[in-house]
C-alpha cells in the first residue's frame, strides 16, 4: 500500500475537519433552523461555513478547481436562492425576510456540501465519528434555556448513541460517512415528531385545545410539514436497503413515526407534499 504524501495527508485531515462540521450541521439543523434562538442558529451556521471553508480548501490542496458550475445542482440551488430574496426585497416585513433569506442561503449551502461531499476524497470512518461524538458532547455545554435545552440535551444523546453505532458497525457499509449522515438526519427527525406529539398532548391535557397545530423545534407548523414531508422518503429508502434487522425496524418506526406526527400539523401544503413525497 503507498504511503500517502504530506499534501495527501493535509487534504485527507481537512475532509476530516469537513466530514466533523457537516454532520454537526445535519444534525442541529432541526432544533435551531427553525427556531428564534439566534446563539443555536449561529452554531449551525458556523459549521455550515466551517465545513464549506474545509471543502474548498481539500480541493485546492488536491489541485482541483472549487466545484463544477453550472450543473444540475447549483443552477436549481441558485434559483431558489435569487426567488427568496426577490420575495424578500417586496415583503411587508422586510427585515424578517431578510432574515429568512440568509437562513435559506446557509441551507443552500448545506445542501450542497452533502452534493459536493462525493467530489471529496474518503476519510477514516471512525475518526470522524469519534470525533463527531465530542462536538456533541461539547454541544450540551451551549448556554440555551427551557424546552429546546432539553431538546438540545435529547438529541445530544441520539447522537452519541448514533456515533457508537457507526463506529461498531459503520465500517461494513460501503460508505460509511454517507451512513452516518443519513442515521443523524433520520436520529434529529425521530426525536422532532416526538417532541411534536409531547407537545400535541400537552396543550391537549393543560389548554384543553384538541386542534392545537404542533411545531415542534420549529417556529411554524408549515416548515415542520416540510421537513417531514422531505425526510419520509429518506426514512422508507433507509427501511428498505437496510441490512441489519435492527436498523430496518428503528427507521421503519422513523418513517411511521413521521407519517403520524405530519396530521396534527394541519398543513395542506406540508401533507400535499408528503403525499407527492410517498408516491
Known amino acids: 500500500m503507498r504511503r500517502q504524501t504530506g499534501r495527501e495527508q493535509v487534504a485527507v485531515a481537512?475532509?476530516?475537519?469537513?466530514?466533523?462540521?457537516?454532520?454537526?450541521?445535519?444534525?442541529?439543523?432541526?432544533?435551531?433552523?427553525?427556531?428564534?434562538?439566534?446563539s443555536g442558529q449561529a452554531f449551525v451556521t458556523g459549521a455550515v461555513g466551517l465545513a464549506a471553508l474545509a471543502s474548498l480548501f481539500a480541493r485546492w490542496v488536491d489541485g482541483r478547481p472549487p466545484a463544477r458550475i453550472p450543473n444540475a445542482i447549483h443552477l436549481?440551488?441558485?434559483?431558489?436562492?435569487?426567488?427568496?430574496?426577490?420575495?424578500?426585497?417586496?415583503?411587508?416585513?422586510?427585515?424578517?425576510?431578510m432574515l429568512e433569506v440568509c437562513r435559506i442561503g446557509v441551507g443552500v449551502v448545506l445542501f450542497w456540501l452533502v452534493a459536493n461531499r462525493a467530489l471529496l476524497r474518503a476519510a477514516p470512518t471512525s475518526l470522524t465519528a469519534a470525533?463527531?461524538?465530542?462536538?456533541?458532547?461539547?454541544?450540551?455545554?451551549?448556554?440555551?434555556?427551557?424546552?429546546?435545552?432539553?431538546?438540545l440535551k435529547l438529541f445530544s444523546v441520539i447522537g452519541v448513541g448514533v456515533t457508537c453505532a457507526v463506529i461498531a458497525s459503520g465500517t461494513k457499509e460501503r460508505d460509511a460517512t454517507q451512513w452516518l449522515r443519513a442515521?443523524?438526519?433520520l436520529s434529529a427527525a425521530l426525536v422532532v415528531a416526538l417532541y411534536g406529539l409531547r407537545e400535541k398532548v400537552e396543550a391537549w391535557r393543560l389548554l384543553e385545545n384538541p386542534t392545537w397545530q404542533i411545531f415542534s423545534t420549529f417556529f411554524n407548523p408549515n416548515p415542520l410539514a416540510g421537513f417531514f414531508a422531505m425526510v419520509f422518503p429518506?426514512?422508507?429508502?433507509?427501511?428498505?436497503?437496510?441490512?441489519v434487522l435492527w436498523q430496518r425496524l428503528v427507521w421503519g418506526f422513523c418513517a411511521l413515526l413521521v407519517a403520524v406526527t405530519i396530521l396534527p400539523t394541519y398543513s395542506k401544503g406540508g401533507m400535499l407534499a408528503f403525499l407527492v413525497a410517498a408516491a
Do not use: K, Q, R
Not at 429518506?234 to 441490512?243: D, E, H, K, P, R
Open 76 to 97: 436549481p440551488a441558485a434559483a431558489f436562492l435569487a426567488i427568496s430574496a426577490l420575495s424578500a426585497m417586496f415583503s411587508v416585513s422586510w427585515h424578517a425576510s
Open 183 to 185: 442515521a443523524l438526519v
Open 234 to 243: 429518506l426514512a422508507v429508502s433507509a427501511a428498505l436497503v437496510a441490512a
Open 14 to 38: 481537512a475532509v476530516v475537519v469537513h466530514d466533523v462540521a457537516l454532520l454537526i450541521a445535519v444534525f442541529y439543523a432541526p432544533i435551531f433552523w427553525g427556531s428564534f434562538n439566534t
Open 131 to 151: 470525533a463527531f461524538g465530542c462536538s456533541v458532547v461539547l454541544a450540551t455545554f451551549i448556554p440555551v434555556a427551557g424546552e429546546e435545552g432539553m431538546a
